[in-house]
């Protein structure tokens, strides 16, 4: 029979809470039962106790507590909140402190405990497959104790890879339907632990092949509702990483992405009533695609919305290697795992801001088409026999090669091979297919993020 102290409501072992001032705020609620043997002997008092341990050196953080509130004599129920400062792991034991009528003596007895414990930065992890992690191919990426996860199945573990895997998942909207393999998420997480100092929790939403529509409330919804669902239960989160925007490279859905991205933003932000930051992964290759302009639109309305949405940032990921014909390998989601660790602690914690380089400008001059970009550094080519097929500038009479390509510090001067006639507009690094010559920013490495059909000022 039961006897000592039960949590009933409370975390889970391995789960992170988010940590709002330095600090998350732990409400633990249940049942307590005084051991026969103890009401037989005699007791003085029974009170439901309470403490904390640093499980790195088994320092207490919290002494033995009495909990806020209990009810009964030999058993009843209890509840109580903690405040915990960032850090850990953490383990929360409890035990029932009676005190003999006798003696004096305090016997402790047995409680529930909770393990694994953090409390630190939250992230929900959204989009389709290259953020559900269908990565193929070896690369070393281990899990780390400090990095943690809510799985598909509803419980908190160590975070380690597959991270969005169907086992206990019935009843998830976003559960695979196949075998998934790795995604960037895990290298984040440690990455990111390494700069802020605290855990990491990792809430997975995402789904392979998912379209835009699954996302909108306005449309279909069913995943959004299903990420709500699992914010609403941790409490709220960090930030959002977004990675998506395959499915809806096709004349039916480009047109409407970038406002059903805002909306999407929006609602996320009405649920947890706070600006949630959304860190978003611009597209990079999809060779069976036959849509080139749809691509290109996509990969536009991304750009777009880290322009103008307020907390919303992007990286470009063309400098990746992939494992299939769209999904990154194994290798190139470690490096962009670590590369968005550094942006989304830049942006969040240290005010040193990582970005990639960003289109200004664009004027039409004498010499050509002058394209300022927002760097860090200095810009640099990568290969200079291709980067000149990565431009494409169309006018009134179409498409029109680009006879040279001069780099100036922050700055690009393209020489049309032909006289421009009417509304002009550039492009760069849209083709889904065609290998790239990635031009970079010197102090970050970061590529240029693509741009489409932006117009040419005169």
Request: glycine share 10%; proline share 6%; charged share 20%.
């Amino acid at each position: 029979m039961f006897f000592g102290v039960r949590i009933t409501q409370g975390p889970s072992d391995w789960q992170v809470l988010q940590r709002r001032n330095g600090c998350a705020q732990v409400y633990l609620k249940g049942d307590w039962q005084l051991e026969k043997g103890a009401i037989k002997a005699g007791v003085r008092s029974v009170t439901p106790v309470v403490r904390v341990v640093n499980e790195m050196d088994q320092s207490l953080l919290i002494p033995w507590t009495a909990c806020d509130r209990q009810t009964g004599e030999i058993s009843g129920e209890w509840e109580t909140t903690l405040t915990l400062p960032q850090g850990g792991p953490y383990r929360i034991d409890t035990s029932l402190d009676a005190v003999s009528a006798a003696s004096g003596d305090h016997w402790m007895f047995h409680g529930d405990i909770r393990v694994h414990i953090g409390v630190g930065d939250l992230f929900c992890m959204a989009g389709q497959s290259n953020a559900a992690g269908y990565a193929k191919g070896v690369a070393f990426d281990p899990p780390d104790v400090r990095v943690h996860l809510l799985r598909n199945s509803g419980h908190w573990d160590m975070a380690a890879h597959p991270m969005n895997d169907a086992t206990d998942a019935a009843d998830c909207v976003n559960a695979p339907m196949g075998i998934t393999g790795t995604s960037p998420f895990l290298s984040f997480g440690r990455r990111y632990a390494d700069y802020a100092g605290v855990p990491v929790g990792l809430i997975q939403a995402a789904q392979g092949g998912s379209p835009m529509k699954r996302w909108d409330d306005t449309r279909d919804g069913d995943l959004l509702r299903g990420m709500l669902d699992k914010l609403e239960a941790c409490g709220g989160v960090r930030a959002v990483i977004w990675y998506q925007g395959c499915a809806d490279a096709n004349e039916n859905d480009a047109p409407v992405y970038a406002d059903s991205f805002a909306h999407m933003v929006e609602v996320v932000r009405q649920a947890t009533g706070e600006c949630t930051p959304f860190f978003t992964l611009q597209l990079n290759k999809f060779t069976l695609q036959e849509d080139g302009a749809s691509w290109a639109a996509i990969k536009e309305a991304q750009r777009q919305a880290a322009e103008k949405l307020e907390a919303v940032w992007l990286l470009p990921t063309t400098t990746l290697p992939m494992s299939d014909e769209v999904h990154n390998s194994a290798a190139g989601n470690v490096m962009l795992g670590e590369m968005l660790a550094k942006q989304v602690h830049g942006a969040l914690n240290s005010g040193r801001p990582y970005f990639a380089p960003s289109l200004e400008k664009a004027v039409l001059e004498e010499q050509g088409i002058r394209l300022t970009f927002r760097t860090s550094g200095p810009l640099m080519r990568l290969n200079t026999r291709v980067d000149k097929e990565d431009f494409c500038i169309e006018d009134e009479t179409g498409v029109i090669p680009v006879e040279t390509l001069t780099l100036r510090d922050n700055e690009l001067l393209l020489t049309p091979a032909a006289p421009l006639r009417g509304r002009v507009v550039v492009s760069y690094g849209c083709d889904p297919i065609r290998p790239m010559g990635p031009i970079i920013d010197q102090h970050t490495y970061l590529p240029v993020i693509s741009f489409n059909k932006v117009e040419v000022s005169v």
